[in-house]
C-alpha cells in the first residue's frame, strides 16, 4: 500500500523525512542557539563533559532499552543504582575512616565490588523478570513494586547514611582515573576511566544486541511474543536474561556513580531510571516493542544530557528543566508512534 | 473398527504391487504417526472425544470437519500447545508426548498455524530461523552469512521470488504466508500440519503451494492439511479424515470421494446444495448509490455504483483490489479523498462509523478476529455493544432487555453456546460470526456490508449464513457482500462487480457469468 501512496507525493515524502528526524533536527537547532547565546557552550571542556555526562548514564539506558525492546518497561533501575552504588562505596571505603560503615574493616579489591554490585543488581532483574515471563504480571507494576522494595531495603541497611571517604583504589585510582588529560586555552580536560568502560559496555551490548541468538530471541519476544513461542523460542529465558542485564547494568551503573559523586546517599541514582526511559524513547526504542538500535540509545542519552547541559548553561532552572524533558518526551513518543500507525 | 479393516486390506494390496511401484506404495503405507484415543476438555466444552488419526509416510491426509469440530485442538496437541487430557500419540512407531512446540519441531513435526504467527517488525530470515540461528563456528554469535545463504537455498528450492532481508510487515499477507511455508518446510520435518494454508493466497500462489506439497511428499513426508475449500481437498490429498464435535468419524481415500459424501460426513446429514434456491427479492426502488467514491490513504480510486433495494450485490477481485477499502470507505471507518454518497436519493456523509450505523448501515469486517468480536467479552456483550442506546434508561442499562435481545438473537440464528455469559472465543468461528450478524442486526440497518462473511467457516455453517444473508434480503435489507470465493459469489448474490487495482474493472450479472469472466476483468488493472 505504501508503494502506491508515494507517486506524485514528493512534498509528503520530504515532510515524512524531516518528521522522522524531527527530533535530531529540534537538538541540533537547540544547540546552535545555545552556542551563538553562549559561545562557551562549544568549547572543548564543555563538550567532553557532556560526553562523560552521557557515559556515565548510558548503561542504564542500555539496560533498560534490552527491556522496552520486549514491550515491557523498568522503573527499578534508579533505585538498583542507589542500592548498589552504597554496596561499593561501604566496600571500598577508606579503610581509616573514623566512621568508616564496616568498621575496621579493609576495602576489597576492585574487581570483585563490580561483579558483587552487578550481581546484587541481576538478582533483582531475575525477581522482575520471572513474575513478567512466569506470572504474567506487567512489568510496570513489577518494576514499581520493586522499585519500592530495593528503597526499603537500601533505606533500612543505610539508616540514610551518607558514605564517603572512599578508597583511592576505587575512585582517583579507577573509575574517575584520568584516561588522557589535555589543556586547551587554560582549561584542563579530563577524559576519566569511565569512559572508556562504557565504551566497552556499549560495544558488549552491540553484540549482544545484533549478533547473538539471545538478542534476536529478544527482539522476536518484543515483536510477536506468541510467534517466538511457536517456533521454539524459550519465551520465559529470554524476558528473564533482558532483565538480568538490564539489572546488572543497574548494578555497574551504581558502582559507576557512587565513586564518580565521591559519595552514597539517599539521593544517589534518584530518578536515573525516568532520564534512562526519556533518553531510550528519544533514541527511537518503541514502547511497541520489537524496534530499537544501540545507535539510538547512544544518540538519546546524548540527547537528553545536551538538553540538560543547554538549560544549564541558558541559566534556566531546574524547575523548567522538568516541563522541557517532559515535553520532550511527549514529542518524541507522537514522532514515534507515526511509524506504527496506519493510516486508513 | 470397519475403517481399520479397510486399511488392513489395502496393506496387503500394497505388498502385492510389483517394482517401482511396491516400494512407493509401501512407503506411503509405512505408518508416520498415529495418534488414538484422544481428549481434550475445555470449560465447558469437550473439544476432543476419543479422537484419532493416522498419517502415512508420503500422503497428503486431509482433516476435516465444521469449525468446532476439533482438527486445530488435535493438531495443537500434537504439536505440544495443548496438553492433552488423555491419549496416545505415537510418532513412528514410538510414543511421544510433546511438552512445547520447541520439542516438537526437534522431533520433526512442523506447523503452519491458521493465524500468522510473525514477528512484523523483523526481516524475513531472522523469522524463519527463529529459535534456532546458525551460529558461527565456535563463538556464540550468529551467523548472518550462513542464515542468508540457507534462506536463498531454501527460496530456491521452493521457487520462490523473496528478498530475505525484506522486514515483514512490508510485505503483502499471501507473501507473509508463503514464507511460513518455507519456514516449515525448512525443518526438514518428517510431519507437516498445514492448518487452512491457503486462505490468504491468489490462486497463482496455491498452485505453487501444491508444487510444494507434492515436493514434500514424494520426499516421504506425511502432511496434515486442514481446509474448508473441498475442491483444493480432493485435489491434493491422499487419504481424508472427518471429524465431527471432537470426534472420529471416518477415514476414507480421497479418490473414492465426491463432495456430497465429504459434506454428509461432516454435518451428519443429507446436504444436498451448498447454496440456498436463489429468489428474487430485489426491488425497484434504489437504496445507495455511490458517485466517485475514493480514498486518501488506500488503493481505491473513482468507484461507482448503485444498489437497489433487497438486492445482494456482490464485490469481486483480488486481494488487495480495493474491495474491503470500498465497504470501509462507504462507511466511514476510512479517510475519504473524494466522492458521493446518496441513500435514498439523499446525500450523507457518513463521516465516522458511528455516524454511518445512525444511516441505517453495517459492516461485518474482513478478520473475525482481529476487527469482528471483543475475545475477552462473553456472547451478551457482543451482541448488544453496537445497539446499547436502544437498552438504555437514562443513564442505566437494562439488563433484562439485553438478555432478552441477545435470547432473540442465539434463537433466530441458531447460535451454538453454552450460554450468554460464555466467553466468545470459547465459540466456533462459525458461531461467533453469527454473533456478529446478531449484533449488527439489532442496530436495525438498512445496508449490510459484508466483508468475507463466511472466512474460515465450515460448510454447515457457511449455509445457514447464506440462507440468513438471503432471508435478510427478502425483509427488504440490502447486502454488499466481498467474498474472495467465487462460486459463494455466483451462488449467493444478483450482480457482481469486479474490482482491480483500486477501480471497479466491471459489472457482471451474477446468473449469466462464468468464473472466467470475473477472473479476466479482476485481472485488467493489475
Not at chain 1, 95 to 102: C, N, P, Q, S, V
Not at chain 1, 226 to 235: D, F, I, K, T
Not at chain 2, 309 to 325: N, V
Amino acid at each position: 500500500m505504501s508503494q502506491t501512496k508515494v507517486e506524485n507525493r514528493q512534498p509528503a515524502d520530504v515532510l515524512n523525512w524531516i518528521l522522522d528526524r524531527a527530533m535530531i533536527i529540534l537538538i541540533i537547532l537547540l544547540a546552535i542557539v545555545v552556542a551563538i547565546l553562549r559561545p562557551a557552550f562549544i568549547r572543548i571542556p564543555s563538550i567532553v563533559n557532556l560526553l562523560c555526562l552521557t557515559a556515565a548514564r548510558l548503561p542504564m539506558a542500555l539496560g533498560v532499552a534490552g527491556c522496552i525492546v520486549l514491550a515491557g518497561t523498568d522503573l527499578s533501575g534508579g533505585r538498583v543504582a542507589g542500592l548498589t552504588g552504597f554496596i561499593s562505596a561501604i566496600l571500598l571505603q577508606s579503610a581509616g575512616t573514623a566512621t568508616r560503615f564496616l568498621q575496621g574493616g579493609q576495602p576489597l579489591p576492585v574487581p570483585l565490588v563490580i561483579l558483587i554490585a552487578m550481581v546484587v543488581g541481576g538478582t533483582i532483574g531475575v525477581v522482575n523478570g520471572f513474575c513478567m515471563g512466569k506470572f504474567k504480571l506487567h512489568p510496570f507494576i513489577v518494576t514499581l513494586a520493586t522499585q519500592l522494595i530495593t528503597y526499603g531495603v537500601y533505606l533500612t541497611v543505610s539508616n540514610s547514611k551518607q558514605v564517603s571517604s572512599l578508597d583511592p583504589s576505587y575512585s582517583t585510582n579507577f573509575v574517575i582515573k584520568p584516561l588522557f588529560e589535555f589543556t586547551v586555552g587554560g582549561i584542563r580536560t579530563v577524559v576519566p576511566m569511565y569512559v572508556l568502560l562504557a565504551i566497552i559496555l556499549t560495544a558488549i551490548m552491540w553484540v549482544v544486541w545484533n549478533k547473538t541468538a539471545f538478542g534476536k530471541n529478544m527482539f522476536a519476544v518484543g515483536s510477536n511474543e506468541e510467534a517466538a513461542r511457536v517456533s521454539g523460542v524459550n519465551v520465559l529465558f529470554t524476558i528473564v536474561v533482558t532483565f538480568i542485564i538490564a539489572g546488572a547494568l543497574y548494578g555497574y551503573t551504581g558502582f559507576i556513580e557512587a565513586a564518580r559523586i565521591g559519595t552514597s546517599g539517599p539521593s544517589l541514582g534518584l530518578s536515573y531510571e525516568n532520564d534512562a526511559i526519556s533518553a531510550v524513547v528519544i533514541g527511537g526504542v518503541s514502547f511497541v516493542g520489537g524496534t530499537g538500535k544501540i545507535s539510538g540509545v547512544i544518540l538519546g542519552v546524548f540527547m537528553m544530557q545536551l538538553i540538560i547541559a543547554s538549560m544549564t548553561f541558558l541559566g534556566i532552572s531546574g524547575s523548567i528543566t522538568y516541563i522541557i524533558k517532559g515535553g520532550v518526551i511527549l514529542i518524541a513518543c507522537i514522532l514515534d508512534m507515526r511509524k506504527y500507525r496506519t493510516k486508513k | 473398527m470397519g475403517q481399520e479393516k479397510v486399511s488392513l486390506r489395502k496393506e496387503g494390496i500394497g505388498q502385492t504391487f510389483s517394482g517401482v511401484q511396491e516400494s512407493r506404495d509401501k512407503q506411503r503405507q509405512e505408518i508416520l504417526l498415529h495418534m488414538e484415543g484422544m481428549n481434550k476438555s475445555f470449560p465447558g466444552v469437550k473439544a476432543l472425544d476419543n479422537a484419532r488419526l493416522t498419517v502415512r509416510a508420503g500422503s497428503v491426509h486431509a482433516l476435516m470437519g465444521e469449525n468446532g469440530a476439533g482438527k486445530s485442538t488435535l493438531m495443537k496437541c500434537l504439536f505440544g500447545i495443548y496438553s492433552k487430557d488423555s491419549g496416545r500419540i505415537f510418532l513412528e512407531g514410538k510414543e511421544v508426548n510433546f511438552k512445547s512446540s520447541r520439542e516438537a519441531l526437534d522431533n520433526g513435526v512442523a506447523m503452519v498455524h491458521q493465524e500468522l504467527n510473525q514477528a512484523l517488525k523483523r526481516n524475513v530470515m531472522d523469522n524463519i530461523w527463529l529459535g534456532r540461528y546458525p551460529k558461527m563456528k565456535g563463538l556464540p554469535l550468529v551467523s548472518e552469512k550462513q542464515m542468508y545463504q540457507d534462506t536463498v537455498e531454501v527460496f530456491e528450492k521452493l521457487g520462490l521470488d523473496i528478498n530475505p532481508r525484506t522486514i515483514m510487515s512490508k510485505m503483502p499477507v499471501s507473501q507473509r504466508q508463503m514464507v511460513e511455508i518455507a519456514k516449515a518446510v525448512s525443518f526438514n520435518s518428517k510431519i507437516i500440519v498445514l492448518d487452512e494454508p491457503t486462505s490468504s493466497l491468489t490462486e497463482v500462489e496455491v498452485e505453487h503451494l501444491f508444487k510444494i506439497i507434492n515436493m514434500l511428499k514424494s520426499r516421504g513426508c506425511g502432511i496434515i492439511y486442514i481446509s474448508h475449500k473441498m475442491d483444493e481437498i480432493l485435489r491434493i490429498s491422499d487419504e481424508v479424515t472427518i471429524m465431527r464435535d471432537g470426534q472420529y468419524i471416518a477415514t476414507k481415500d480421497a479418490e473414492n470421494l465426491t463432495k456430497e459424501e465429504i459434506i454428509r460426513l461432516m454435518v451428519g446429514r443429507e446436504m444436498t446444495n451448498q447454496f440456498p434456491q436463489k429468489i428474487d427479492t430485489v426491488q425497484d426502488e434504489e437504496i445507495l448509490r455511490v458517485e466517485g467514491l475514493s480514498a486518501q490513504y488506500s488503493l481505491l480510486n473513482d468507484v461507482s455504483f448503485s444498489l437497489k433495494k433487497g438486492e445482494i450485490l456482490g464485490i469481486a477481485g483480488l486481494d488487495g483490489s480495493g474491495r474491503t477499502e470500498l465497504l470501509e470507505n462507504i462507511f466511514g471507518a476510512a479517510t475519504r479523498r473524494g466522492g458521493k454518497i446518496y441513500k435514498e436519493g439523499q446525500l450523507i456523509d457518513n463521516a465516522c462509523p458511528k455516524s454511518a450505523i445512525g444511516n441505517g448501515f453495517a459492516l461485518l469486517t474482513e478478520e473475525r478476529r482481529a476487527t469482528g468480536i471483543f475475545s475477552i467479552l462473553d456472547v451478551k456483550e457482543n451482541t448488544v455493544v453496537a445497539s446499547l442506546k436502544k437498552y438504555m434508561t437514562f443513564i442505566f442499562l437494562n439488563d433484562k432487555a439485553m438478555e432478552d435481545k441477545t435470547d432473540e438473537m442465539i434463537n433466530a440464528m441458531s447460535i451454538k453456546t453454552p450460554g450468554q455469559k460464555t466467553k466468545i472465543r470459547a465459540l466456533s468461528g462459525g458461531n461467533q460470526q453469527k454473533v456478529i450478524f446478531g449484533r449488527w442486526l439489532l442496530t436495525e440497518p438498512d445496508v449490510l456490508l459484508l466483508d468475507e462473511p463466511t472466512r474460515g467457516i465450515d460448510v454447515g455453517a457457511k449455509y445457514e449464513i447464506y440462507q440468513l444473508i438471503q432471508n435478510l434480503a427478502k425483509e427488504g435489507k440490502s447486502v454488499v457482500m466481498v467474498s474472495s470465493e467465487m462460486s459463494e459469489l455466483l451462488g449467493v448474490c444478483n450482480r457482481i462487480l469486479v474490482m482491480s487495482g483500486g477501480r471497479l474493472a466491471g459489472e457482471v450479472d451474477a446468473d449469466n457469468t462464468s468464473q472466467e469472466e470475473i477472473m479476466t476483468l479482476a485481472a485488467k488493472y493489475v
